[in-house]
Structure formats: structure tokens, C-alpha cells
């Protein structure tokens, strides 16, 4: 949307065109196939039933005769838009409502609500469609999350200081310990105004700090002038080269013309393409091949960028789509070398996996979880160290050709001198710096991400530990087992204890008995395997005085399994296990998965984890080559029309 007293100014005509068109959820600068014909506003534009204000999800909305993946009326089996009348299906079938949510469409049966424009959001990985075709996921357009938002801009106009004043747009939710739900991610009335502010904040700024260069080599306010910067932008913030034919430079060139100054023109661009949809969304949509649709080299680059950057394509990334889009390189070759090249431009970071473990793991939750400061003040820079231990011992194993079993199972951690101290373990020649230091037996610490402080202290209760959190992240995030949450109406208060026991003692005092105990039984003879720590991360040898038992029962397994453990290191502990579960592996997979397409389900789902599987397999699992199973499965590169 466009703000129509802005500065710089619009043309009167053109400027309210554009706003008419926003404020109706219809791109403004959309191609004909993609904008659904001449149907109505809930089925016109680039995402689908309830418009540019709800898109996000691989709906095609309801309206329209164009033979798009947004037009006629056609429904989505991944949640979609639910914007149909009176249909019946999680697409809402083909009803007609005509607001932007689909008048009264029912929800279906795999969880949309009655015209509401989003699917429901999922509370666990739903079980994989069975595979008997090898067909790719379905089509989509979603929108930037918001930390992809934020990196976008900053990437576009190089801004490595972080002087843009990007606003804080989205405030995306959390599916799964992620904020990637293709359906989940839409644009509300409030984000559009909040989207016009930052637009016109960020162009004034690029003109004020020489950043419009980049993008034309011109100053003038003239038509060629005009081509190049619209060319030029429009190439880094809609992830794609702009022909000479395109019907947008037409539409941004008239933008540009009409204003006085080059500064005010370019900011003109600047702020309408930072609001179009096509810089907001990410599309993956691609062209008929067959009863496929094959990703175009564009949509595909800007996968790979997301994927393993979290921002927009860089000038090298585009390039190299350039030359695919030329024939003069195949996208598999395309992908395997941006992929290596983008991976080991950061390895250090490893930015490529991290974006993953923190959300699959739930690894930021050691600054999120909440903790008593009476009983110790974990500071800021002590976080800091443990999300640093963390972060170097997956970056090791992803570099080194590790598996998530090599995280789980590895001899040694990385220390600096404050950590060390923190966690009470002797360490010569420690600074500022991480070294990695080897954990026997005797140094009072178990090697292994699981009993890293970033683990110990994001699953832990304020003031100690918490068997039920630790347990319930094993049970769930790393054997994809679902936990019930309590019934309505039921007391879970933590009653504090009565009498000298261990917290082990407390917790099965609490939580063994009554209705409490079926659930609980999933997670806490878990969680007791990590009970030789508090609830900050510190070694302990007794709890209360009393010695502490460390013994694990995972009750039923995936595979229907009784497994007797104990403690988190050597022979027979809960670490060994996990790494060496075929059940953590497909889980991790499974998550990944999600992470990469921002869909938790779709039909036929288990083609793309069966390939997936097959592929990491003959690398050993390990970490890197389960990226590359997913980058290189069919789902990468075709999709399929929705079912």
C-alpha cells in the first residue's frame, strides 16, 4: 500500500490505482497467470483466496476463470485458505464467499477454521501420507518470516552495520518450535501500515547514505535512467531478473519518471518494491512440465538462499540462476555448487544448520526460559558462552562430516575461561576464546550437546531442574512422539515439596499417581537421566543432600520398545541410545524437512522423506549429507498442482 501524501510524491492517478489495488488484497504488479483472471478479490491475487493481506499458503482462492495456481477454483490439501461458501474440505472447497476469508466456509477435516484464511497451526508432525506415486509436494507462495524480512533489506542494500531503520513488522508464531508455517505466515491490516512506514524510512535512508548506486549507474529522472534503477532494484528485491519486456518495469519506470529529483525517484521505487508482494513473498510456483511444475532457476535460487542464509539471494547466487535460466547450467549443478559455496562461507556460523537446531532442539530457550535470580543470577554473558558451547559443538560435526549422533557422543566440549568456571571443570591455557577441552570421567562433566547449558537451562523450572521439560524434548523433538497436553480443568500446579527428598523423589511424588501418571510416564523417566545437573546447568553428585539416581525408562519407544538407560554418557546411557536411534534420525529428517519448506504435511508426503532417507543413508547420516538429500530431492525443484 502506498501511502498517497507521502514523500516522494506518486502520480495522483497511477498511486491511487496502486492503493485501490493493495487495500483490496491484489498485488498491483502482478502477471496475468498469476493473478487468477478477472475473479474477485478473494480469488485475484498472487496468494491465493483471501489476497496479498492472507496469502502465505499454497491456496488458489476461489474466484476468478484464470488457470493459475491463484485463480479458478480450485481447493489445497496443505490448509490453504479455506474461503470457500459452504465447502466442506480444509480448502474450503469451491464456495464463492466474497470477503477476503471466504464468507462462511467450513473448516475441514484436517483442521482449516470456517473462513478464517489460514490452516490451523500443527501440535505435532502429523503421520506421513503413504508414498505410491514419487510425487513432489504441491505449489505454494509464502510470505518472508520476519527475521527473513529484516536480513532481506539489510542484504539488498548491503548494509552490514545495521543502520537501515528496518521496522519490526511481523511478529510471527511458533509452529513447532519454528517460525517457518507456510500457512501460518500472513499480512494483517496493522502490517500493512507498519510496511509503509518502514519502506519510506528505509529509501530515505538509502539515499542519505550513497547506497542508491548500487542499483544504476545513472542520476537522471529520464525513461532509460528509469529502466536501469527499476532493473537493478528490482533484481535484488524480487529475487529475479527483470527483462526488458517485463509489464513491471512499465509500472516502476512511470513511478520513477514522475518525480523531480533522481533521489526522490529511486525512493519512489524503493518504497512501492519493498511493499510489493513479490519482494514479500516467496514463490514457488514454477511452469508446467507435463503434470509437474518445474521451479523456475529464480525460485529455486531463492530457496537456497532461505534455506541456508535466512536473506535474499546474493549477485553470485542470481548469476548463477542467470545462467540456468540461459541453459548454459543444469539446476543441479546449480545447486550442488551454490550450496558448497554458501555453506563454507560461513562454516564458522554454520548458518546453514544452526537456523535448524535452535528451533528443532528449542535451543533459544536459554534465553527465554525464565529463572529465579535469588537462587543464582545467570548473566547475560554466561548465556552467551553456553549458546557458544552449543553452537561450536554442532558446527564441528556439520563441518567435519559428523552426524547428529557425533553431537550427541562427542569426547570433549568447547570451554572458555568463564564457562569453564561456571561449570566447575579444570582447563589450562583458557581465555576469552573457545578451545576444546576433552570430559573424561573424572572432570565432573558429560560430554555431549545434551548436557551443554544451553540444553540444561532452557528445559528447567526457575529455580531447578525439570525432569517433565527434559524428557518431554526427547519424547517429542527427537523421537517424533506425541505428548497429550493435560485435560481442561486439571490442577497442574508444581506443589512444592513437604519434606527432604531429591527432586527426582518429587516429581514421581507428584506425577505417579492419578491421572497425571500416563502422561508423565513419557516424560519424566526420561528426564531423570539428566538429573545429575540443577536446574542451571552445574554438575551435582547429590540433590538435597541425597544421592541421585540417574536410571531411564523410555516407556514404549517408536518402536514399541521398553528401553532401560541411564545418565548421559558411556555405555547404556541416554545419549548412546539416541545416537544411535534410526527413530532420532528419521525424526531429525522429518523437521528438517518442515524447516526447509515450510509445510508439515502434504499428500504423498513420504515420497519426498523416503528420498530423503535413502540419499543421507549413503552419506552415514551425517549432517551435511542430510541437507543435501533435502536440497536434492524432487520437492526442491517440482511441484505438483494441489490435491
Known amino acids: 500500500m502506498l501511502r498517497l501524501s507521502s514523500a516522494p510524491t506518486v502520480s495522483g492517478s497511477l498511486a491511487l490505482a496502486l492503493l485501490v489495488a493493495c487495500s483490496a488484497g491484489k498485488a498491483p504488479d502482478l502477471a496475468p497467470d498469476e493473478a487468477g483472471g478477472t475473479g474477485s478479490t478473494a480469488g ?3 496468494a491465493g483466496g483471501s489476497g496479498a493481506t492472507h496469502g502465505g499458503s499454497s491456496g488458489k482462492g476461489t474466484g476468478g476463470s484464470g488457470s493459475s495456481a491463484t485463480g479458478g477454483s480450485g481447493n489445497t490439501s496443505s490448509g490453504g485458505t479455506n474461503s470457500g461458501g459452504t465447502g466442506a474440505t480444509a480448502a474450503g472447497g469451491s464456495g464463492s464467499g466474497s470477503s477476503a476469508t471466504g464468507g462462511t466456509g467450513a473448516g475441514g477435516s484436517d483442521g482449516g477454521s470456517a473462513g478464517s484464511g489460514v490452516m490451523a497451526a500443527p501440535n505435532a508432525l502429523p503421520t506421513p501420507d503413504v508414498c505410491t506415486s514419487g510425487a513432489p509436494g504441491p505449489r505454494k507462495i509464502w510470505r518472508l518470516s520476519a527475521d527473513e524480512f529484516d536480513a532481506s533489506v539489510r542484504s539488498i542494500f548491503n548494509d552490514t552495520s545495521g543502520g537501515a531503520p528496518v521496522g519490526a513488522i511481523f511478529s510471527d508464531p511458533v509452529n513447532l518450535g519454528f517460525t517457518v508455517d507456510a500457512n501460518a505466515l500472513v499480512i494483517q491490516g496493522l502490517n500493512a501500515s507498519q510496511l509503509m512506514d518502514s519502506a519510506e524510512g528505509v529509501a530515505a535512508w538509502a539515499a542519505q547514505n550513497g547506497k542508491l548506486s548500487q542499483f544504476a549507474s545513472c542520476t537522471t529522472v529520464d525513461a532509460n535512467c528509469a529502466q536501469q534503477f527499476v532493473q537493478g532494484f528490482g533484481r535484488r528485491a524480487f529475487r529475479t531478473t527483470l527483462a526488458k519486456n517485463d509489464a513491471r518495469i512499465a509500472s516502476y519506470s512511470a513511478l520513477f519518471t514522475a518525480e523531480k529529483t533522481f533521489s526522490d525517484a529511486a525512493q519512489a521505487v524503493i518504497t512501492a518494491m519493498l511493499q510489493s508482494p513479490y519482494f514479500l513473498y516467496r514463490s514457488e510456483l514454477g511452469t508446467a512440465n507435463g503434470g509437474t511444475f518445474a521451479l523456475t ?8 538462499a532461505y534455506l541456508l542464509t535466512g536473506k535474499t539471494p546474493d549477485d553470485t547466487l542470481l548469476a548463477a540462476a542467470d545462467s540456468v535460466a540461459a541453459g548454459q547450467l543444469d539446476t543441479s549443478a546449480m545447486i550442488d555448487q551454490q550450496a558448497d559455496r554458501l555453506i563454507a562461507a560461513d562454516a564458522s556460523k554454520a548458518s546453514a544448520i544452526m537456523g535448524f537446531m535452535n528451533g528443532w532442539l528449542g535451543l533459544n530457550r536459554l ?21 557458544g558451547e552449543s553452537q561450536h559443538l554442532i558446527a564441528e560435526a556439520f563441518n567435519g562430516g559428523g552426524s547428529i549422533g557425533s553431537v550427541l557422543m562427542t569426547d570433549h566440549t568447547f570451554l572458555n575461561a568463564e ?36 540444553i540444561l537451562n532452557g528445559y528447567a523450572r526457575p529455580d531447578t531442574s ?14 517424533c512422539q506425541k505428548v497429550d497436553p493435560p485435560q481442561p480443568g486439571l490442577d497442574t500446579t508444581f ?7 531429591t527432586t527426582r523423589q518429587h516429581f514421581e511424588n507428584e506425577h505417579e499417581v492419578g491421572i497425571c501418571k500416563g502422561c508423565h510416564s513419557q516424560m519424566d523417566w526420561i528426564g531423570f537421566g539428566f538429573e545429575q545437573y540443577d536446574g542451571f546447568g552445574r554438575y551435582r553428585t547429590t540433590d ?24 548421559l554418557s558411556g555405555p547404556g546411557s541416554l545419549s548412546e541410545y539416541l545416537a544411535g536411534s534410526d527413530d532420532v534420525q528419521r525424526c531429525m529428517q522429518r523437521y528438517w524437512t518442515y524447516y526447509a519448506y515450510g509445510s508439515s504435511h502434504w499428500t504423498q508426503d ?14 552415514n547420516f551425517s549432517l551435511k549429507s542430510v541437507l543435501k538429500a533435502i536440497i536434492h530431492a524432487q520437492n526442491f525443484t517440482s511441484r505438483v498442482q494441489d490435491q
Open 44 to 46: 485475484a491475487t498472487a
Open 297 to 304: 532457476p529464480y525460485e529455486v535460487a531463492t530457496e537456497l
Open 367 to 387: 534465553y527465554t526460559t525464565a529463572k529465579d535470580d535469588t537462587v543464582l543470577k545467570l548473566s547475560q554473558a554466561i548465556r552467551d558462552d553456553m549458546a
Open 419 to 454: 564457562l569453564a568456571q561456571f561449570y566447575g571443570v579444570t582447563a589450562s591455557g583458557l581465555g576469552t576464546d573457545f578451545k576444546s577441552v576433552p570430559l573424561g570421567a573424572s572432570s565432573g562433566r558429560d560430554p555431549g550437546l545434551l548436557a551443554t547449558g544451553t
Open 466 to 479: 525439570s525432569p517433565t521439560q527434559r524428557g518431554h524434548l526427547v519424547r517429542t523433538r527427537m523421537l
Open 495 to 501: 506443589k512444592p515439596a513437604t519434606q527432604v527428598e
Open 544 to 567: 538435597n543432600g541425597l544421592p541421585i539416581d540417574t536410571s531411564v525408562e523410555v516407556a514404549s519407544d517408536p518402536q514399541g520398545n521398553d528401553v532401560a538407560l541411564a545418565g
Open 606 to 619: 513420504a515420497c519426498t522423506y523416503d528420498a530423503i532417507y535413502q540419499e543421507a543413508q549413503k552419506g
